[in-house]
C-alpha cells in the first residue's frame, strides 16, 4: 500500500479512529448516491467497516470506471489518473480521498459532457452490491496457535496478533502452515 499510495503506517496512526471516520462519512453521505473510480472496491472496505460497527449503509453509486470502459472500450489504460491525464484533469494527491474524489467527479462531468447523446442510465447512479461479513477479532486459541507457529518459524510480525481477525488469522496460519 505503501509504494502505491505513499501512505506510511506513520501518517494511518495520526488519523481518526475507524468508528469517529466510519461514523461521520456515513452521516455525510446522508442518503446520496456515491460517486468513484472503480467504487465498488472503496465501497466494500466502507460496507464491511459499518457491518462491524453495526450501521447500516446500503448505497447506489456511479462508477466512472464502468462507464469508461463503455466509452472508451479500445482504450488501453483506463486508470483515474490515465483518464485523468486523457481530459487534463488536474490532480493533487493521486490516492488521497479528497483529490481522487475531485478528480472522479471532474472526470464524470466531461465525460458526460464529450457524451451528451449516450444513454442516460449509463451515467445514472445503480444498486452498489456487496455483501459483507461481520468480523470477529480472534480467538484465544488462534492467537496461541498462531503465536506457537511464528515462534517456531522465527517469524517477526508487523502488526499485534490481537489486532487481526478471526479470518485473518486462519488465513496467516495457513500461509504458515
Not at 495520526?14 to 472503496?42: K, Q, S, W, Y
Not at 472500450?73 to 493533487?92: A, D, N, T, V
Not at 488462534?142 to 479470518?167: A, P, R, W
Amino acid at each position: 500500500i505503501e509504494e502505491l499510495t505513499g501512505i506510511t503506517d506513520e501518517m494511518a496512526a495520526g488519523g481518526m479512529d475507524t468508528r469517529t471516520a466510519v461514523t461521520g462519512l456515513v452521516e455525510f453521505c446522508g442518503g446520496l448516491p456515491l460517486l468513484g473510480h472503480n467504487i465498488l472496491f472503496d465501497y466494500s472496505f466502507l460496507k464491511q467497516n459499518t457491518m462491524n460497527l453495526s450501521l447500516p449503509f446500503e448505497k447506489e453509486g456511479i462508477d466512472t470506471l464502468k462507464i469508461a470502459r463503455v466509452l472508451f472500450p479500445k482504450m488501453e489504460h483506463r486508470s483515474l489518473q490515465s483518464l485523468g491525464c486523457y481530459y487534463q484533469i488536474r490532480q493533487e494527491k493521486a490516492h488521497r480521498a479528497v483529490s481522487d474524489a475531485l478528480s472522479a467527479m471532474e472526470l464524470y462531468r466531461r465525460m458526460r459532457e464529450q457524451f451528451a447523446e449516450a444513454p442516460e442510465e449509463l451515467f445514472a447512479s445503480k444498486p452498489l452490491i456487496y455483501k459483507a461479513k461481520k468480523q470477529s477479532p480472534i480467538t484465544p486459541a488462534q492467537k496461541g496457535y498462531l503465536n506457537d507457529l511464528l515462534k517456531y518459524h522465527k517469524i517477526t510480525l508487523e502488526m499485534s496478533v490481537d489486532s487481526l481477525t478471526k479470518n485473518e488469522a486462519s488465513r496467516m496460519i495457513d500461509r504458515i502452515i
